[in-house]
């Protein structure tokens, strides 16, 4: 698959089998795997197409009149065309039809080419405009489009294209004008994306972008029940397009598409995947003896492991390695941390609502307010340390401590545990939350990166070695991390004592060459196709 170099070499290897099954984030290629009738299992973005303004005052960006050129200039069926070829859903609304989020409330921004060129004009601004985009897939195309169409009203652009990691420092480094981007507002996500990007105190927040208006409604989002969720999305959606905050031009799916012949893969939060319970029904794999039972009972799949069973996954993008709070999380890097350490919590698309996986169950007093953890008993990590209450709360204190200030990337998490203003250790198996307002889907902050429950006795004196391979001893996951060759592949064992049952399938196979090296996701699909 690493050889497979171009925008369709991963779908090819998809095609040939190549991979058991591999991240799309493509809309092409999600196209043509549903018109090849794959099995997929897909998430639309609200939000994942979004050229971000800079904010700070040394940005011409921080003038409203530019700002509102260049939104006019975008014309987000040009990138559509030139970049997903037609098959994103497109609106100039972080909030898109077809959302389940959608109303008849949410604005969209205008087009108009001729009043962009004379807002340009008043501005006065007439240095280089630096326009920072990423260096593969349709990013390239977005970029090149964004450039032509704010050339076309009279700006002088300079483009700056960069990989994910080099793309955030650059940003963090306020080293833009118009970064192109996405805030990725899934199902579990949606308030939690324009909170992490848009609140004022947020650390996630890359645009020096302050409003007390939007963190009132941001405020207002977070503790509206399901029922008002739309018309809070609707208000923050409108406030972004009146205000020019920023440019939303659509919706992107993402997920992955799986073999037929593979089972029990399944989705929680922001497109990570759990293979705890995946099992294959041909090719050597016995049948499931049953299936998963209610979240607080789990009936394993198998009776044991496979010997020889194998999965070869070709994921979106190399993460950063096996430290959570150094871990860019999600779905670059957010699968590989929950085959290792497991989560407190999972998020289930299809019934949009959370459930617990290490937790037993988690309640929370009438106001959302205070939210009460409870842990399953018995779950231990090899050396005998048990997950426990206050295992719980040393990782999340890990998110505010790292260890060296080279190694810290912006992880989104802190965004998120800030809103907990007091966490008490009840007893052994039970974490409370006291947070500083209301909030109706905080299960989802431990669903991702702090529901990643690490061993921090393992880390020992060199947290570097920690990050690159974990020992066996450092989770309760499904899988064991035995090989670890950066941008090559990453190779999982099987955890023959996991809490919740024989792990069907022996070996999980990353292959991180397809990730480095095939530029689009219609290549991964190619991978998947090739087996």
């Known amino acids: ?210 409003s007390a208006e939007m963190d009132s409604l941001l405020s207002a989002a977070l503790s509206a029940d399901k029922a008002d969720v739309p018309a809070a999305l609707a208000a923050i959606n409108n406030l972004i397009v009146t205000e020019w905050v920023s440019v939303p031009y659509g919706a992107l799916p993402e997920g992955i598409v799986i073999a037929d012949n593979l089972e029990g893969v399944k989705q929680t939060t922001s497109t990570i995947f759990l293979f705890d319970d995946a099992y294959f029904t041909s090719g050597g794999q016995a049948a499931p003896v049953s299936a998963l039972g209610t979240p607080a009972e789990v ?61 037993r169950d988690m309640t929370v007093n009438e106001d959302f307010t205070v939210w009460t953890l409870h842990l399953r008993d018995g779950i231990t990590y090899d050396d005998g340390t048990p997950l426990d209450a206050d295992m719980v709360v040393a990782n999340h204190e890990r998110f505010f401590t790292p260890t060296s200030e080279d190694r810290r990337i912006i992880n989104t998490s802190p965004a998120f545990l800030q809103f907990i203003e007091e966490t008490k250790v009840i007893d052994s198996l039970t974490v409370e939350y006291h947070l500083i307002q209301p909030w109706a889907t905080f299960p989802f902050v431990l669903s991702d990166e702090p529901g990643f429950i690490i061993n921090v006795n393992a880390v020992g004196d060199d947290p570097e070695a920690f990050n690159a391979l974990p020992p066996a001893h450092a989770g309760v996951g499904a899988y064991t991390v035995e090989k670890n060759t950066p941008g090559e592949e990453i190779v999982f064992k099987a955890r023959d004592n996991y809490w919740g049952g024989p792990v069907c399938v022996e070996t999980l196979r990353f292959n991180m060459a397809a990730a480095s090296a095939l530029i689009g996701a219609t290549g991964a699909y190619e991978a998947f196709q090739n087996g």
């Not at 549903?34 to 973005?45: F, N, P, T, W």
């Not at 390695?321 to 890097?333: E, M, N, R, T, W």
């Open 1 to 210: 698959a690493s050889a497979l170099i171009g925008a369709t070499g991963a779908y090819e290897a998809f095609q040939n089998g190549d991979l058991t099954t591999a991240f799309l984030r493509d809309s092409t290629a999600i196209a043509q795997a549903e018109a090849d009738g794959a099995k997929m299992s897909m998430d639309y973005q609200d939000a994942g197409g979004v050229l971000y303004f800079n904010h700070a005052a040394d940005s011409p960006t921080s003038d409203a009149t530019l700002r509102e050129a260049i939104s006019l200039a975008i014309d987000i069926d040009v990138l559509n065309d030139r970049a997903h070829n037609g098959d994103m859903r497109v609106a100039k609304s972080v909030v898109v039809p077809g959302s389940p989020y959608y109303s008849d409330a949410v604005l969209e921004g205008a087009t108009d080419a001729a009043r962009a060129a004379e807002l340009v004009a008043e501005s006065g601004f007439s240095g280089t405009l630096r326009l920072l985009c990423g260096n593969r897939g349709a990013a390239v195309e977005i970029g090149l489009a964004t450039e032509a169409m704010l050339e076309a009203i009279g700006l002088d652009v300079e483009i700056n294209a960069q990989g994910t990691s080099a793309g955030i420092a650059e940003m963090i480094a306020g080293n833009y004008d118009v970064n192109c981007g996405g805030w990725n507002a899934g199902g579990a996500t949606a308030i939690s994306s324009y909170v992490r990007n848009l609140q004022s105190t947020s650390p996630s927040n890359r645009m020096s972008y302050e």
């Open 299 to 359: 009936t394993p799949a198998c009776d044991a492991t496979v010997p020889g069973s194998e999965i070869v996954y070709g994921p979106f993008y190399a993460g950063r390695g096996f430290d959570p709070p150094y871990s860019s999380g999600a779905l670059v890097g957010g699968t590989e941390l929950a085959a290792v350490y497991d989560t407190l919590i999972r998020y289930n698309p299809e019934t949009a609502g959370f459930e617990p996986q290490l937790a």
